[in-house]
């Protein structure tokens, strides 16, 4: 990128995380650094945000006002800003200075990073990941940009302009402005007008995707590749008008890159310089686009005053130079850290990166902690020494175990803060009777508990822990004493804490402090769960619903194929990237295929309950949506005794491969278990399948019965296919050509090079739903669902892919972008009874919030114009996870400075809930 930049002064390039920079700014020559600091001097190169790294933003997050999610703290949050600013501070001076917040991944935005940036200097914060309902209305009222109150406790100061970028995020940006007065430019797009995008994610749209596909010809000389110029340039055009409909301005930033883009920058900005003197030169767009940053364009003049300030020097170097070796220890300091600031990282620390990054996060963190450890027992001693007397200190909290009557064990404690704080510390022990001093020989308040047997510390496993209060002044230490208690005092006065199994009780509290916490045992299965939690500092009640469930991760047989989309691009395959994600029902994304057809296999999503399962299958393909290949999936097979379905996935509409990642969507029932529900309300639904034999012949219509008294008026009914045999190949097209309240009528035909059928065919369907009635079922996760009736028409002599839209047509917004679409189709004009039944296949894209597309294939010959009704079921991808039995062992403890309630599911696998029983703002909180 320096290149590209050094030969054209009009283009720009951003950089946000100086870890990477940083390490790439190490490697450089002198020459090429002063360079770079040049393009930094000129405005070319510019940082956006500045920090080590883009931290994640997760840590401030409440839970019901008690549970707080402890990823990174606020002073972490500081530190990693300090670290990386403080190295532009010294490679490039003040022109370096970040001028705006750039958060366009974290997973989610809090209120305090806005007073926070706003207090670091910041002039404008740039976000992407909101509430997708709230990014929706924002767009619609065209408030994607405002002011954010950052601090209730700031005023003024808390208060910071913020940019919401929709579905996109990249460093390069172009701006694009219009000259003067055109409606052209200005007006919004009517309703005709309006061509549906495809979603860009946080990269570029693809008419500007120069670093990848896309390419640029301008040159009318050159045969083999026609000029493209002119629809990038309108396609672009379009992009503008929309965006430019979100905000209250004239000025549309479009970024212009992805993830790993511009690795060959001469190939990317060289063509995007061709496409922007072509709409500069060209009067009729009326604009001018050019290369800009988000600091250009919200026009920053703010003084370079607020940088972070880092001490470059300790006054215990100069007392003792002789005794150590400054430069090391700056070093080793400096490299943990680095560690500490990488692992705040949106990808870092909330687990969301691959494993061999998480490898390398853990291990500089090691190598940190190891060069730092030795220091700090060096250089703490001189903190404490008394005279000529250096004690010795180390790291090692079993040495509580050699406490005698003639000795006592030294705990010293340091606060690395600039402000003082309380804590409860906490000492791993296999003695119990034991006191604690403060420095000044003065007994404390201590409580020692008892350590259940599933409730060990990992590193040092012991009998009880003892707690105390320390209040720690800030940029110090302090000293406290562990010693055995006499043994007189001992009799009399225990600090040990009492301990009570739940037996008789139906209902237990803990907690006399700022919180209460209220359990009561469930009558039918015995467990243990927490119902009521009182805060007295508001003096109210709260009543809660604690239940237990474990979520299977995706992977290995639970894969939903979504990696495919993330590692086929960035090479990850089974990298462990986004492990922490759980499985889901009823997707699963295919790569792409040099052949006609793929066969996979799939585990079972939900445990079948009846003793003799019958598995039924309901399937449907799903594309992306700028292609428009067209498949059919076919189920041929199944093994329960591995808990597994196969399927075919055919495409049909001449293509002998694909570039896209296809997904199947699928619901898998059990025909044995009448009572199941799955999304759909059992009164609501009925199911079924029926066997056709083999058959000679292409079609087949097969009579499908609903039982008696099952429906009051004509059902909604969805079908699928499923052969015998996965080796033959074959693909089936249904269409409905009749139904009434007691049944309906489906004609089967094979649509591939094969016309035979050679294996047994079985209808399965769901004609369950009443229609009219409002379905709304929970299944686990399954919470939004919706059901519909649409026309399509295929014109007569089709013989390619043609694209229909539908809408859900009702209010129903789905939380995932792409909810699971399954369909049939049935002719309804000519007359399929006595007449022709025309084949299609189908393929849904673009399933959104308000509706989907279908890809239509006409596998027949239509001699005539053909309308068919598509009967829909839209719902939410179920989360898969399994319910967990109530706890084998709860314990109650309780003393003067915390209390706990100890519950053991199995060996490595319980929960504590803590309460404090201090009354000081910083024990607020249920731990």
Known sequence: MIPVLLDNPERKFSYVEQAYFSRWWNEQTASTQEKVRQLVANGQLQFNLGGWAMNDEVHFFFIIIIIIIACPTLSEVVRQMTDGQQFILRQFGDSGRPTVGWHIDPFGHSYVTGGLWSEVGFDAFAMWRINYRQQEQRQQQQNLEFVWKGSSSLGDQGYIWVHLFVNLYIHICIRIYKKKKNPFFLKKLKSSQKKKKEDSGYCAPNEISFYWSTFIQTDPRLPSYPTNY??????????????RNWYRHEHVLMPFGCDFAHQNAYQSMTQMDKLMEYMNSNATYNVTITYSTFADRENVLRPAEQWFAFAQGLDLFRLYPDVFNQTLILNNITYLRNALDCAQHHDGISGTSTQSTTNDFMYMLQQGTDRVLPFTEQVAPYYLKKGSNIPTLVRNESLISSLSNDNVLVVVLYNSLAWAVTEMV???????????????????????????????????????????????????FSTFFVALADSDIAASRSS???????????????????????????????????????????????????????????????????????????????????????????RYTLASSTGLTVVNTLAFRQPFSSAQPAPGFIVAAHGDGQYNDTFVPTVCGYDLGVGNFTYRYHRVDGGSYWGQNPSIDFLVFDSSQKNESFHFNAK???????????????????????????????????????????????????????????????????????????????????????????????????????NGKATLTVPANTNSVININFTFGNSSDFVVNEPVVLYSL???????????????????????????????????????????????????????????????DVVFIEGPLVSEMQQVWQANYSQTYRVFNVDSDDFKYVD
């Open 230 to 243: 002119i629809q990038l340039a309108e396609s672009l055009m379009e992009d503008a008008r929309t965006r």
């Open 426 to 476: 906490e000492i791993g022990s296999n003695v119990s009777q034991v006191s604690v001093f403060d420095s000044g020989g003065n007994e404390i308040v201590s409580q020692v508990n008892q350590v259940t047997q599933y409730a060990q510390p990992f590193s040092t496993p012991c009998h009880y822990i003892i707690f105390f209060q320390a209040a720690l002044p800030p940029l110090s």
């Open 496 to 586: 040990l804490a009492k301990v009570h199994r739940v037996q008789s009780l139906s209902s237990y509290s803990i907690g006399d402090a700022y919180y209460s916490l209220n359990f009561s045992v469930d009558s039918q299965n015995h467990g243990v769960y927490l119902t009521g939690l009182y805060n007295r500092g508001l003096a109210k009640y709260f009543p809660l619903n604690n239940t237990w469930a474990q979520y299977i991760s995706t992977g290995g047989l639970y894969s939903d194929g979504l990696q495919v989309l993330f590692f086929s691009l960035f090479l990850l395959f089974d990298s462990g990237h986004y492990i922490f994600r759980p499985a889901q029902d009823n």
């Open 684 to 786: 609501q639904r009925t199911y079924g399948t029926v066997s056709v034999s083999a058959k000679q012949s292409q079609s087949q219509k097969v009579n499908i019965a609903f039982s008696k008294g099952a429906y009051l008026e004509t059902p909604a009914l969805v079908v699928s296919v499923r052969g015998s045999d996965c080796s033959s190949g074959a693909s089936y097209a249904a269409v409905i050509t009749s139904i009434d309240t007691n049944g309906a009528d489906v004609m089967i035909t094979r649509i591939d090079s094969n016309s035979n059928w050679d294996e047994d065919v079985f209808w399965i369907g769901l004609p369950g739903i009443r229609w009219k009635v409002p379905i709304m079922v929970y299944d686990h996760s399954c919470s939004l669902f919706s």
């Open 826 to 888: 049935q002719q309804m004009t000519p007359n399929p009874n006595g007449g022709t039944v025309y084949n299609v296949a189908t393929t849904s894209v673009y399933n959104g919030k308000k509706g989907f597309g279908l890809n239509v294939f006409p596998v027949s010959s239509f001699t005539t114009s053909v309308t068919y009704q598509v009967t829909f079921l839209a719902f939410e991808r179920n989360v898969l996870y399994r319910s967990i039995n109530p706890p084998v």
